[in-house]
């Protein structure tokens, strides 16, 4: 049977995992949507009545997937500083860079190489990352 000490960690570890994941979530529309909407939508080549239209088809779906996202980067993330056995808040930053580097350098690199996008979309991907 598992301790007090030892479900209160799980349930912080629960409540943990579901903040950052909407805080991911919410940091990628505030920067795509508010912050660098008109940029974004120019470089994707798309405007907002056309991306609300593909919203609206895609459904339920979208959301889903956003959120999913959010909630892969988060649990990699919190892999990452566990394994690595960091002990401030710093060394916890510095891993969030290395894994920013290593990761979603060559993802969005490849993006850029081989589905034609601008260098400027990939550098404005790469700084929300």
Known sequence: MLSAWTKSKSVMLGLAICLATVAFTQWGYFWYAMLLDDVWQELIGRNED?????????????????WFISLVQVCGLMALIYLSRAKSFFEHQIIAGICSVFIALP???????????????????????
């Open 50 to 66: 056309e991306l609300i239209a593909l919203a609206e088809h895609r459904g339920w779906i979208q959301s889903f997937n956003t």
């Open 107 to 129: 993802v969005l690199g490849n993006a850029v190489l081989f589905a034609g996008q601008s260098t400027q979309l990939w550098a404005l991907d790469f700084i929300h990352f």
